[in-house]
């Protein structure tokens, strides 16, 4: 593919890493979702510094990436990008994230970006995300933006990121050339991800709730632990608790809802769905057996929206 670059002579300082940034983008993102369908590549310099056009972008190196991560959406995958701008922008800075630590040649982390959402929740300039990005006021750019990765942050802390990854890939094959609508999306990745995860779009995308979950008491009982978990939030979650031992003592005990990270770190699960019976805490058993427990931490990836994760970590 051919990248054109055109600017006049004394901007040329600014596009010195605007042809590698470009080349890097199409390829990876080719790989990401779907080979660039398109014969060639421009960037002009201006009018404007960041605007994107089919297979023009008005972008210097700055904003080469996210630019050329338009072609996907919303030149290949049709979305409504003003009244849905979530769709086109969010799931642009989604990939932006996932191509700047493959240009860093690091492997990427989504850690944190869920439970981040938290500090922002609650703020009365945040529109939900299914509001026409025209009415969000001055929390347009977290709404049209930033808030995307975070959602995705949360979904690949439920279903992992490999498979959020290949759902909207899948997605992108799905919907190229065509006109996607937020249901369409929403219907896709349950379908996909083979759950209904009604719950989640709807805390996401319609309101701005979160999760403000806490560990309020452990006790342990002849080898068999219970952590008291709250969540103080409207957004549900799954429960996943890291669970450290002690390095010397009996074995730990194989349970089905728990995979071992190392030889003394469980990693436990319980489903969104223990708290659909509306109660605020779950009693979260665990027989490991006799084995001495170290600390318990709730949610140890950050992924679900939490303004204070201090009170995630047991004992404290
Ligand atoms: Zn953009």
Do not use: C
Not at 140 to 162: C, H, N, R, W
Not at 231 to 253: D, H, R, W
């Amino acid at each position: 593919i051919p990248i054109h670059m055109v600017y006049a002579p004394e901007r040329a300082r600014f596009f010195e890493k605007a042809g590698s940034i470009t080349r890097h983008a199409l390829e990876f993102y080719s790989a990401l979702w779907a080979p660039y369908p398109f014969p060639q590549m421009t960037l002009q310099d201006g009018p404007s510094a960041g605007m994107e056009y089919p297979m023009v972008i008005n972008s210097n190196q700055g904003a080469a990436d996210h630019e050329t991560a338009h072609q996907w959406w919303p030149m290949m995958v049709g979305t409504n990008e003003t009244r849905y701008g979530w769709m086109d922008e969010g799931f642009n800075q989604y990939m932006n994230i996932l191509s700047e630590y493959d240009e860093q040649g690091k492997p990427y982390s989504l850690n944190g970006l869920g439970q981040s959402y938290g500090r922002i929740s609650g703020s009365e300039s945040e529109a939900p995300m299914m509001w026409s990005a025209n009415d969000a006021g001055s929390g347009y750019g977290f709404q049209t933006y930033q808030k995307a990765p975070l959602m995705l942050s949360m979904l690949g802390g439920i279903v992992g990121d490999e498979a959020v990854i290949n759902a909207m890939k899948k997605y992108t094959a799905a919907w190229t050339f065509k006109h996607p609508s937020p249901w369409d999306y929403m219907f896709f990745m349950n379908n996909e991800l083979k759950q209904n995860l009604e719950w989640f779009w709807y805390y996401w995308l319609f309101t701005t709730e979160s999760v403000e979950s806490s560990i309020k008491n452990v006790t342990t009982q002849k080898g068999k632990t219970t952590v008291e978990v709250h969540q103080a939030g409207q957004m549900p979650s799954p429960v996943v608790l890291k669970v450290e031992f002690e390095t010397a003592g009996p074995a730990i005990k194989k349970l089905a809802n728990a995979r071992m990270l190392d030889a003394n770190t469980a990693e436990v699960t319980w489903p969104v769905s223990v708290w659909f019976n509306g109660k605020r805490t779950f009693s979260a058993a665990m027989d490991f057996g006799d084995r001495k427990i170290k600390k318990i931490t709730f949610d140890p990836n950050g992924r679900f929206p939490d303004a204070n994760a201090a009170d995630n970590v047991w004992p404290r």
